[in-house]
């Protein structure tokens, strides 16, 4: 058995702290996972020690012409390098998971689900209700769950309703 080939797209702005969070969860699995790290050469990270980016991280150029299992993406200066490379996971990643503003930005861009602005920041930890209790997402988790948010807009419940492709596993 092969291991699972991965290609996380961390547009987050602490690199490092993003990337030692995630590593660690998938550590957490009995799957063997290879993973790689990718950074988009339409930006330049301003947080992020050049040296870390050019040692641990590939550009899009490198991997284009190969397969993955998995992407995972959270991020925009760099929108058209995005769309570029949401545009080739549709053939070459075989399951995507978007996190923090890329699940926005994956919900525009693969549904046309907009995005809206908020009057202010929401900033603090919210609770979310689990409305399908049966997805592997939420083994262990309790009807209702508390989350960190940080962010300056939100997509509509409504919104996803209407797409029938989609399916709403969990509000706020």
């Known amino acids: 058995i092969r291991p699972l080939n991965v290609l996380i797209l961390n547009l987050m702005p602490t690199k490092i702290v993003t990337e030692t969070q995630i590593l660690r969860k998938l550590s957490n699995t009995p799957l063997q996972i290879q993973v790689e790290l990718l950074q988009t050469s339409s930006y330049i990270s301003r947080h992020t020690d050049e040296s870390h980016l050019s040692s641990f991280y590939t550009t899009f150029s490198q991997v284009r012409d190969r397969k993955f299992d998995g992407i995972q993406r959270d991020g925009v200066d760099y929108w058209r390098e995005l769309c570029e490379i949401m545009e080739w996971?549709?053939?070459?990643?075989?399951?995507?998971?978007?996190?923090?503003?890329?699940?926005?930005?994956?919900?525009?861009?693969?549904?046309?689900?907009?995005?809206?602005?908020?009057?202010?920041?929401?900033?603090?930890?919210?609770?979310?209700?689990?409305?399908?209790?049966?997805?592997?997402?939420?083994?262990?988790?309790?009807?209702?769950?508390?989350?960190?948010?940080?962010?300056?807009?939100?997509?509509?419940?409504?919104?996803?309703?209407?797409?029938?492709?989609?399916?709403?596993?969990?509000?706020?």
């Open 89 to 172: 996971s549709r053939t070459h990643v075989h399951s995507t998971l978007h996190i923090c503003w890329g699940a926005q930005a994956g919900l525009y861009f693969h549904h046309g689900v907009q995005k809206r602005s908020l009057s202010k920041k929401l900033f603090g930890v919210y609770e979310h209700r689990v409305l399908k209790p049966s997805s592997p997402l939420f083994r262990g988790f309790d009807d209702v769950f508390f989350a960190p948010t940080s962010r300056y807009t939100e997509v509509w419940a409504d919104d996803i309703l209407r797409r029938p492709e989609l399916e709403l596993i969990a509000t706020s």
